[in-house]
């Protein structure tokens, strides 16, 4: 049935309320980021800046730490989004697709590390890395990155490929095809918005992760955007105009990302919804 005239009004207040509450707070930074100290401190305060300034964007581009620590994240996110993606393509094939004894056990496994709280992994990882040598370094937080994000990739991935039909795989075989040739030929073509998903879900996750990064990294050659920002805030003061500037800048690359992305990436968290 088509809505009513007064329902589809209803139903535009309601998305424009909501993309209002959404964009709120993107908005308000955008605007701080370009008003001077004296109108960041005002009350009430002003929506709109009334002496425009790119003085924050200097202080974060040219008189801090944060092109560095973009750049360290940049590595670290992609290094840890590359390796989660490539191990879970490999478990959830085989979860889905091959019977072997203790496989439910191996899936409440994995599931319970993504389960698992922050504070009861992070002494014993940075004990291990210790140990290691890998401190303060881009390997660590990748390794570190990896293991948090893998689990929810795992089930993610493993749900997509087993709503592909296996008989397409089945005609492959008898065709003479390996393994290895259909997973890489047929099903990951096929699962192209679920790797989607995987790779936004990792990628944002391992961007915007703050307390391992403030834990296992505290050389500013390894630091990453996170713990930048947070460096704008000291014992006495918060410089909210370069607070402000350095999280749109590092907003635009998930915004990027995302809008990039959007189509499969709805497609790949939608997947297996309907039943056909």
């Known amino acids: 049935m ?23 707070p993107f908005l308000w930074m955008a605007l701080s980021s370009i008003k001077p100290v004296g109108e960041l401190y005002r009350v009430p305060p002003s929506w709109l800046p009334e002496h425009a300034t790119l003085a924050n964007f200097w202080n974060v581009l040219f008189e801090s730490n944060i092109p560095r620590y973009f750049l360290n994240s940049t590595v670290i996110s992609l ?68 293991i948090i994000t893998l689990p929810l990739s795992v089930w993610m991935l493993t749900s997509y490929f087993r709503a592909i039909p296996v008989e397409l795989e089945e005609a492959a075989i008898i065709d003479g095809a390996t393994r290895l040739g259909i997973l890489f030929r047929i099903t990951l073509p096929l699962s192209a918005p679920g790797l989607v998903a995987i790779v936004v879900y990792a990628f944002v996750t391992t961007w915007n992760e703050f307390l391992f990064a403030l834990v296992l990294a505290q050389d500013y050659r390894v ?51 309907v039943k056909g």
């Open 2 to 24: 088509k809505p009513s005239l007064i329902g589809r009004l209803f139903l535009f207040v309601g998305v424009v309320v909501l993309i209002f509450v959404c964009m709120f």
């Open 79 to 146: 290094g840890s989004t590359g390796v989660a993606l490539l191990l879970a393509i490999f478990a959830s094939y085989g979860l889905a697709r091959f019977r072997f004894r203790g496989k439910g056990l191996a899936q409440a496994f994995i599931l319970l590390g993504q389960l698992l709280p922050t504070a009861a992994i992070i002494v014993p990882l940075f004990v291990t890395l210790r140990i290691l040598g890998l401190v303060n370094s881009y390997l660590g937080l990748i390794l570190v990155y990896t």
């Open 223 to 273: 630091k990453t955007l996170p713990i930048g920002i947070a460096e704008f805030t000291t014992e006495f003061n918060t410089d909210w105009g370069s607070v402000m500037a350095a999280s749109l800048i590092m907003t635009v690359p998930i915004a990027v990302l995302f809008m990039a992305m959007q189509k499969m990436f709805v497609g790949g968290l939608t997947a297996g919804a």
